[in-house]
T-cell receptor, first 113, second 111 residues
């Protein structure tokens, strides 16, 4: 079993829909949770960064962390064609990051105009 | 402010050769880490440098080595290249927290 599980998709939704992306993990030492967006032939771009459990909102994006279930989610409201990309969840146990980030495989999201 | 820049963008090497990839960190960032991303996979942590010292390493063999310079730029060196080393190599920098800024990567092909 991989430390971080993420459905690779593709996930195809119509423009304007609410998108839900999820990851599960097995390592209870993870305390820092991130979502990155990666366009083709580009590096990952940090979208959301959350410490421990709870919700965080930034514009159209909401990140949720449920440490008791080892489950994290990213919601995208009013989805746009420009949101089409691969979304990677990432986690770390240490604030200084010396253990590195553990990534999921990424979910390929397609927003249909 | 400038972001993370990596060079070269593409590289083709022969099995058994050695390669050096370069990275300039985002201004003000003192921590740099390197990741390997195979096609269709998430990035895998190689190692991290903080103030010129390696302070974390993933599950990669010693032929993967690195340096961080006083200006916080960095190099990734890979010796004795294998076909499986073909991947996108990503450099990421931060200022002491896991919210890294990534570069666009170097795509390495080993033939």
């Amino acid at each position: 079993q991989k430390e971080v599980e993420q459905d690779p998709g593709p996930l195809s939704v119509p423009e304007g829909a609410i998108v839900s992306l999820n990851c599960t993990y097995s390592n209870s030492a993870f305390q820092y949770f991130m979502w990155y967006r990666q366009y083709s032939r580009k590096g990952p771009e940090l979208l959301m960064y959350t410490y421990s459990s709870g919700n965080k909102e930034d514009g159209r994006f909401t990140a949720q962390v449920d440490k008791s279930s080892k489950y994290i989610s990213l919601f995208i409201r009013d989805s746009q064609p420009s949101d089409s990309a691969t979304y990677l969840c990432a986690m770390s146990g240490s604030g200084g990051g010396a253990d590195g980030l553990t990534f999921g495989k990424g979910t390929h999201l397609i927003i249909q105009p | 402010e400038t972001g993370v820049t990596q060079s070269p963008t593409h590289l083709i090497k022969t099995r058994g050769q050695q390669v050096t990839l370069r990275c300039s960190s985002q201004s003000g960032h003192n921590t740099v880490s390197w990741y390997q991303q195979a096609l269709g996979q998430g990035p895998q942590f190689i190692f991290q440098y903080y103030r010129e010292e390696e302070n974390g390493r993933g599950n990669f063999p010693p032929r993967f080595s690195g340096l961080q310079f006083p200006n916080y730029s960095s190099e990734l060196n890979v010796n004795a290249l294998e076909l499986d080393d073909s991947a996108l190599y990503l450099c990421a920098s931060s200022f002491g927290n896991p919210g890294y800024t990534f570069g666009s990567g170097t795509r390495l092909t080993v033939v």
